[in-house]
């Protein structure tokens, strides 16, 4: 089923990589977090170039667990162009989903071999991948074959114990992705630390020595488009990859230099509301209220009442508990102020 050899990018038909500006500007998977509603407040916020899936395991979705975990694939034409991740160590079953991503319309396809959660890399799954050479390249062959014209992509960090950029990431570019993300961390690191940006760019010489087409992004601690634009100036990159930056600032991408933290409470908590709204009509019962909770404090936040108003919504279970603060909140900011004749108030001549 798997052919061996490694890919020739020599008259590769051109892909949605190709065609992203440079830098591009793309938001980071993130699990439990870039889900169809948040791509979709994030495009309308100020959208990015490029959007990726949450990760999905590529074994889960051939089993009983489809159903749960397909979710995870859902789009709509609005986060287009889109990039479904996914991660596991069988090559069966990359070579099948990457068939069906194919066929349920992806931009592209991209596989995680970065995650640091310790019990994935226990399970020799993404990060663990940087210690499996060999298995690392029967993936990365068998999500290609699967995946035909659609481009298959790679994201990783620069070592799992210690730094091996040359050595791990000038292996995965032999095998001619089309893009490779670089997180400038070692995966036991987590979030730890600085990313070492100076790795990202030694990755971008390897690539330019091979004479490759494989586009570099670099990821980790931008928070700006002006850090997009200086890490493209100084590093080299093909692009930027944003994750935590978009929790601080819902309109990161926004080209026009407005910041969310200049919206007044109500517009802010109407971002909320529509988010709340998006997310029980996508998904009903069929994902937990608790993790709607992860947004809060991305949408109420930087005004007088912000940190009450998060603390309550954290102990509530349901969508109409929230809605009752909510709406509570915003009357409080149309009540009229009282004068000072009101409250008993006498100017001194």
């Known amino acids: 089923m798997i052919s061996p050899g490694t890919p020739n990018s020599a008259g590769?038909?051109?892909?949605?990589?190709?065609?992203?500006?440079?830098?591009a500007r793309i938001l980071a998977p993130m699990e439990d977090v870039t889900d169809t509603v948040f791509r979709r407040i994030v495009a309308r916020a100020g959208r990015p170039d490029l959007f990726f899936t949450e990760f999905t395991g590529a074994d889960a979705l051939f089993t009983r667990a489809r159903r749960s975990v397909g979710k995870r694939l859902q789009f709509t034409p609005e986060e287009r162009p889109i990039i479904a991740q996914i991660w596991g160590n069988n090559p069966e079953n990359y070579f099948r989903a990457a068939g069906l991503i194919r066929e349920m319309g992806f931009?592209?396809?991209?596989?995680?071999?970065?995650?640091?959660?310790?019990?994935?890399?226990?399970?020799?799954h993404c990060s663990a991948l940087i210690e499996n050479p060999s298995l690392a390249r029967e993936l990365v062959l068998a999500a290609m074959e699967g995946a035909g014209s659609m481009p298959v992509s790679v994201k990783t960090r620069i070592g799992l114990h210690s730094v091996r950029t040359e050595e791990w990431c000038g292996f995965l570019l032999e095998l001619e992705p089309a893009a490779l993300t670089v997180h400038g961390r070692i995966s036991a690191q987590q979030s730890e630390g600085r990313a070492d940006w100076n790795e990202v760019a030694r990755v971008v010489r390897l690539r330019d020595a091979m004479g490759i087409r494989t586009r570099i992004v670099g990821n980790g601690d931008v928070q700006s488009l002006s850090e997009v634009r200086e890490k493209h100036r100084l590093f080299g990159v093909d692009g930027v990859m944003i994750g935590r930056g978009i929790f601080e600032n819902l309109f990161l991408f926004r080209e026009d230099g407005k910041d969310y933290a200049s919206l007044t409470p109500a517009e802010k908590i109407g971002y909320f509301r529509r988010h709340?709204?998006?997310y029980h009509e996508t998904w009903g019962e069929r994902r937990n209220y608790e993790v709607l909770k992860k947004f809060v404090k991305t949408y109420i936040r930087e005004f007088d009442g912000a940190a009450g108003l998060v603390d309550g919504i954290m102990q509530t279970h349901a969508y109409e508990e929230a809605e009752v603060l909510l709406e509570s909140f915003l009357e409080s900011l149309r009540a009229p102020a009282l004068s000072d004749a009101a409250i008993g108030v006498t100017s001194q001549a």
């Open 12 to 23: 590769r038909p051109q892909t949605v990589w190709d065609r992203l500006p440079r830098p």
């Open 107 to 124: 931009d592209g396809l991209d596989i995680n071999m970065g995650c640091p959660m310790k019990k994935i890399i226990r399970k020799g």
């Open 276 to 278: 709340m709204q998006l």
